[in-house]
T-cell receptor, first 112, second 115 residues
């Protein structure tokens, strides 16, 4: 079946540090891949997505590249800010149907 | 602006009571979903619908039901609330224009406590 595995958290960084949150997946076919972000007390918001191999999604300084050979979609940001503190979810969408499968989420805290 | 809303935002109920959580979207999306969020489990799919009169079970559907009588609403009912159903519930919607690439948009969530 489909599954998503994220790096264990929580992650604590200082402002302006480099961020990597690892995400690997198991799926049949060629799923679309997503990163969602959840700020405290809010629902999930789409951060970025990629729909085919080698696509790079980017938004707000965050990037992730769809790597089919390593079945990965790692999230990166070159310089994090305090306002990036949130929970980040990696997810995949099957090519048939419209159901998302989520990873467990990674709590990121950025200190000034 | 189009949006997706949930009500109530917070609910406390007692074991055995029936509870209904509302979800309303103005995106005119065909697809609607209910998830629950629990620590250590991420989001898990409860039920989903691809259109009016269509409903399907997700991975954790026991004890829950939904009905879809119009495009805008997908209420989630807990038939007899149990303490194990204490959780944060999220509703989401998406278009079905291009299956396999559509983005889901989430509501703000309902925090349910079953005592």
């Amino acid at each position: 079946g489909n599954s998503v595995t994220q790096m264990e958290g929580p992650v604590t960084l200082s402002e302006e540090a480099f961020l990597t949150i690892n995400c690997t997946y198991t799926a049949t076919g060629y799923p679309s891949l997503f990163w969602y972000v959840q700020y405290p007390g809010e629902g999930l918001q789409l951060l970025l997505k990629a729909t085919k191999a080698d696509d790079k999604g980017s938004n707000k300084g965050f990037e992730a590249t769809y790597r089919k050979e390593t079945t990965s979609f790692h999230l990166e940001k070159g310089s994090v800010q305090v306002s990036d503190s949130a929970v980040y979810f990696c997810a995949l969408l099957r090519t048939s149907g419209s159901r998302l499968t989520f990873g467990e989420g990674t709590q990121l805290t950025v200190n000034p | 602006d189009a949006e997706i809303t949930q009500s109530p935002r917070h609910k406390i109920t007692e074991t055995g009571r029936q509870v209904t959580l509302a979800c309303h979207q103005t995106w005119n999306h065909n697809n609607m979903f209910w998830y629950r969020q629990d620590l250590g489990h991420g989001l898990r799919l409860i039920h989903y619908s691809y259109g009016v009169q269509d409903t399907n079970k997700g991975e954790v559907s026991d004890g829950y039901s939904v009905s879809r009588s119009n495009t805008e609403d997908l209420p989630l009912t807990l038939e007899s609330a149990a303490s194990s159903q204490t959780s944060v519930y999220f509703c989401a919607s998406s278009e079905s224009a291009v299956v396999g690439t559509d983005t889901q948009y989430f509501g703000p969530g309902t925090r349910l406590t079953v005592l």
